[in-house]
């Protein structure tokens, strides 16, 4: 089975600080991991994913997360934070082929002027 | 919080058929989403279905081939029609409740 944990359900930063979301997964068979976003009102978004191929992914807007194996963990980051990065994220996992995702239960990113 | 109930969880269809998807919520909600998952892809959004008016539908995505409904705060359907195995997917119905996500379970749609 697999499943995702992402920590801290709330993190505020302030704008032009770095953006650090956490994300450990846990998976019987080498994951896919994605992240994606969700603006107030609005559909999910995807931001990012990894398929296997370079541990450093890179997304749109400025994200990217990289993949450890040692740590089972796949964390967001953003070096500087903008007013317009407020939203909710997933982190998501899925054991590839035809199996669905498993979200993590979000974290909601607060931006301070 | 919202929990949602989608049902069939799957089902295998044969070619030029439809089927129809439910999404049940536990809670009233003005915006729910219509997800597609193909195998070894991400998700994509479908359209986004607002009571009492039609759908948004995304780039490459058409009513046609979608239909859906959304008759009260609370349901929601998706139609595939006229089904080839290239729909063969995962759909998932979603719904916000603000900044917050809740998803189905998911249906399993596999055409032959």
């Known amino acids: 089975a697999q499943s995702v944990t992402q920590l801290g359900s709330h993190v505020s930063v302030s704008e032009g600080a770095l953006v650090l979301l956490r994300c450990n997964y846990s998976?019987?068979?080498?994951?896919?991991l994605f992240w994606y976003v969700q603006y107030p009102n609005q559909g999910l978004q995807l931001l990012l994913k990894y398929t296997s191929a370079a541990t450093l992914v890179k997304g749109i807007n400025g994200f990217e997360a990289e993949f450890k194996k040692s740590e089972t963990s796949f964390h967001l980051t953003k070096p500087s934070a903008h007013m317009s990065d407020a939203a909710e994220y997933f982190c998501a996992v899925s054991d590839g082929g035809n199996e669905k995702l498993t979200f993590g239960t979000g974290t909601r990113l607060t931006i301070i002027p | 919080s919202a929990v949602i109930s989608q049902k069939p969880s799957r089902d295998i269809c044969q070619r030029g058929t439809s089927l129809t998807i439910q999404c049940q919520v536990d809670s009233q909600v003005t915006m729910m989403f219509w997800y597609r998952q193909q195998p070894g892809q991400s998700l994509t959004l479908i359209a986004t279905a607002n009571q009492g008016s039609e759908a948004t539908y995304e780039s490459g995505f058409v009513i046609d081939k979608f239909p859906i409904s959304r008759p009260n705060l609370t349901f929601s359907t998706l139609t595939v029609s006229n089904m080839s195995p290239e729909d063969s997917s995962i759909y998932l119905c979603s719904v916000a409740k603000g900044l917050r996500a809740f998803f189905g379970q998911g249906t399993r749609l596999t055409v032959v």
């Open positions: 998976s019987s068979v080498p994951p896919y």
